[in-house]
């Protein structure tokens, strides 16, 4: 199936309370991205109502008739497919979503009406627990993240919404403190590839936090101690790009090696080298650094994903 014709189911799965949609709302043109969708379980067909604005629906010979409660008003003949409402399978659509990020744990499983368990994967050294948020209207966020935190614990969550719910920035702030994210599900979708991927887990603070005293520093939340060669070098390279001045010298490296260990022996090429590799295991992503030939080193991230303190 095109996951180009999931953006509309998710659009209209954000009416509150949920219900039946005719095919006209559904807004899918092409009779066999239609019938796609009633094979892979995501639409659900229901019996025709029998009334419709008080009037009675009467079908007869193939032809179906709205007939009013007052006499005196006309009978109105309608389309019969106009009458066949249909329904969104949350339950489906929620687990085509685990299957499509290849989530792990329990099963998907409804912890609300509007909200779905769909799985979890490894973060890192931690646990990231997914679920989807249905019905804008239902309850706010952090009461969804404090319903999915009983059901299954995780040290991170990623809560999926079908639209961009644009939470405010409170709410945002709250959630970061419990390692949360939100992400809209529409914008997830690659229409033209025919993809969607779930990103790596991130806040959207900064990427890396390096804590010169402590010798810390975390990395999309993944926190680690590092020894103090290390440590003085990624504090170096940090502060460079927090002030985006550029390039730290291998002299200048070698200088802070030598205040962090407080030894007095000139550090060479090839030991500038070893801290650099092993820093560069450390932080699982060798691109983050960059070797500038005959100048020096460059940690490749903005001033606004880098803090130092």
Same mark, same amino acid.
């Given at each position: ?139 706010? @966020?952090?009461? #969804?993240?404090?319903? =999915? &935190?009983?059901?299954?614990?995780? *040290?991170?969550?990623? /809560?999926?919404? %079908? ?21 809209? @599900?529409?914008? #997830?979708?690659?229409? =033209? &590839?025919?993809?969607?991927?779930? *990103?790596?887990?991130? /806040?959207?603070? %900064? ?28 504090? =170096? ?73």
């Amino acid at each position: 199936m095109h996951l180009a014709l999931i953006r509309p189911l998710l659009r209209l799965s954000e009416h509150y309370p949920p219900g039946w949609h005719d095919r006209q709302e559904l807004g899918v043109a092409s009779e066999a991205e239609f019938r796609s969708l009633l094979i892979s379980g995501l639409l659900q067909q229901r019996p025709p109502p029998s009334l419709v604005n008080d009037a009675l629906v009467v079908f007869q010979e193939g032809r179906c008739f709205l007939v009013p409660a007052d006499p005196w008003e006309e009978v109105e003949e309608v389309e019969p497919e106009s009458l066949h409402p249909f329904e969104i399978d949350f339950r489906v659509l929620a687990c085509l979503f685990r299957n499509a990020f290849d989530l792990q744990g329990p099963p998907v499983r409804e912890l609300t009406p509007f909200l779905y368990w769909l799985g979890s994967r490894s973060t890192g050294a931690d646990r990231e627990g997914v679920c989807l948020a249905r019905g804008r209207a239902a309850g706010d @966020l952090l009461d #969804l993240l404090g319903v =999915a &935190r009983v059901h299954e614990p995780a *040290p991170r969550w990623t /809560l999926l919404t %079908p639209t961009d719910w644009a939470p405010a920035a409170n709410v945002l702030m709250h959630l970061e403190h419990f390692q949360t994210r939100v992400l809209a @599900l529409e914008g #997830l979708v690659d229409g =033209a &590839r025919d993809t969607i991927t779930l *990103p790596a887990f991130r /806040l959207s603070g %900064p990427r890396m936090s390096v804590d010169e005293e402590g010798r810390t520093v975390t990395l999309d939340g993944d926190k680690q101690v590092l020894p103090s060669r290390e440590a003085a070098v990624l504090a =170096a390279l940090a502060r460079e790009a927090v002030s985006e001045a550029g390039v730290v010298s291998r002299d200048r490296l070698a200088k802070a090696i030598e205040d962090a260990t407080g030894s007095r022996e000139r550090q060479h090429e090839e030991q500038i080298d070893t801290v650099m590799s092993r820093l560069r295991s450390r932080l699982g992503d060798p691109d983050l650094i960059r070797t500038h030939r005959r100048s020096g080193y460059s940690l490749q991230l903005s001033a606004a994903e880098v803090e130092v303190f």
